[in-house]
């Protein structure tokens, strides 16, 4: 779904509006996606992504280490960090890191729960989710189970900004023109996480993810960037 010419989606997003009943979905090939940024925003988006990604694990490293403690005191024998195979750019398969949220054995539960999935197409998110702790369910209302992505971030997997990387099952039941969300690097956040986030459909997500990538550059990085330093200030749809 996309607006008509005369509204800018990211506009309309980063002005706290989620409203998309006007708009209608265009077919857009991949190179008018992804083959139009200049080579210097993509170095400047590059770079930038390194400095921040860097500097944010170190100011943040003392309050990682709390987050850690507490995951690891309520779940002595579960592991700190999460790991989960996630699509990259073109397809390419990546390790996502995320502090654990859920109980050690979430993904064997999982198929037991996909029945109950709250949102329509190729996703699943359930508000009450059995199989969250309770330090993760904070974690993931403010979106901090989220940081360890920052050395995805540095090692090249993702950027700051950009769609979020879908897991493989997902992609598999992606359509051609779904899959035109997997023309660019991943992004720890994006257009949907500063709207409605777990409010949206899969089809307003992708809309947003696709007029992400149509429309990507500087001063949007930014705005988004900014929009969700205050998302995870005061936290709303996240779970």
């Keep these: 779904m996309y607006p008509n010419s005369q509204h800018n989606d990211a506009d309309i997003v980063l002005d706290g509006s989620t409203s998309y009943g006007g708009y209608t979905l265009q077919q857009r090939t991949g190179r008018e996606l992804g083959g139009h940024q200049s080579r210097l925003y993509l170095a400047w988006k590059r770079s930038t992504d390194v400095l921040l990604a860097l500097?944010?694990?170190?100011?943040?490293?003392?309050?990682?280490?709390?987050?850690?403690l507490a995951i690891k005191l309520e779940d002595p024998k579960g592991s700190v960090f999460f790991c989960q195979t996630r699509v990259g750019k073109n397809e390419k398969l990546f390790r996502m890191y995320k502090f654990r949220s859920m109980v050690s054995n979430a993904e064997e539960q999982l198929e037991q729960l996909l029945a109950q999935n709250e949102i329509n197409g190729a996703m699943f998110k359930m508000k009450e989710d059995p199989r969250i702790t309770a330090i993760g369910k904070w974690i993931r209302k403010t979106s901090i189970d989220e940081l360890p992505q920052l050395w995805n971030v540095v090692r090249g997997d993702m950027s700051l900004v950009g769609p979020r990387p879908a897991l493989p099952r997902e992609v598999e039941q992606y359509s051609s023109y779904d899959k035109q969300r997997l023309a660019v690097t991943p992004g720890c956040t994006g257009l949907w996480q500063v709207s409605g986030r777990n409010g949206l459909s899969f089809e307003e997500m992708l809309a947003l993810d696709l007029d992400y990538i149509e429309k990507r550059g500087l001063w949007l990085d930014l705005k988004v960037i900014l929009r969700t330093v205050k998302v995870m200030v005061f936290p709303n749809s996240a779970y």
């Design 55 to 68: 500097g944010g694990l170190l100011l943040l490293s003392p309050f990682l280490l709390v987050i850690a």
